[in-house]
């Protein structure tokens, strides 16, 4: 038998007086109110009822298991009730992880959007470059880069991952704006690492496709390209999500649009038999709202 169940029988009998009212709750008969209790009774090697024909009446130990009971019954219930509380209701922690770029100029502005309309949910963001494991590592959702792997994860499309070529005014001014990639010979070029490898511009022409020669300045970071690019110092190609806002306020002027390279697909990825809570499904409806494939970034017209 249900142990559970045979507690909560057990209590309606010491609440009711008798096996009838206990067995009318329940929508059982009387001999199987009975049953429970031998049960219960049995399992704890004591007598819990003293029971004759006109009365009942609880033994000591009786009287101490009923008050457990329905302490153990009590906790049941509020658990079940927080339970179905968040399901109702967007509530609780949600962990999301996404590509460093994204995530700082884009995503973390979006969630305190997230977090005013949901004041009972929490985000811990996660921003790195490296492909996290969702269920090993505990996270509801994750932006990617990308063609995706047959991960059995469900994947929402958000806007296309483009990249963008970028010079200063002052820096275009002094030494003048390329027209081809022919020309990026004669300027800086700023170069991503990998390691400690150097990521190799591949430029897109009616030709094929073009690879630029090494550069002088050389990280890790596309924030520090970016810096690099503000102050003067050369030519930065990096995602649209990290140069959108300084290329909308003049302080960057994109170049070279015809020899891009093809924008990357980007995802909302979460797993499959993760339990749909209001606080995931929500946050979903909110980046497909957000950031989803017919969303723009705030680009001034192109140079």
Known sequence: MDKLRSMEIFVAVVDAGNFTAAAARFSISPVMVGKHIAQLEATLGARLLTRT???????????????????????????????EAMRSVPRGRLRVTAPFSFGSEWLAP?????????????????LNDRMADLVEEGFDAAVRIGALDDSGMIARPLFPYAMSICASPAYLKQRGTPQTPDDLAQHECLDFMVGAVGVRWRLQSLQGKRELPASRMRTNSGQALRMAALKDFGIVMQAEVLLAQDIAAGRLVPILNDYLPAPRAM?????????????????????????????????????
């Open 53 to 83: 024909t006109r009365r009942q009446s609880l033994t000591e130990i009786g009287a101490q298991y009923a008050d457990q009971c329905r302490a153990i019954l009590a906790q049941i219930a509020a658990a079940e009730s927080g339970a």
């Open 110 to 126: 979006a969630i305190t959007d997230y977090l005013r309309l949901h004041p009972d949910v929490s985000v811990d963001l996660s």
């Open 267 to 303: 995802h909302l990825v979460y797993p499959r038999d993760r339990r749909a809570t209001p606080k995931l499904t929500t946050f979903i409806d909110f980046m497909v709202e957000r950031f989803g494939p017919a969303a723009r970034l705030p680009l001034a017209s192109s140079a």
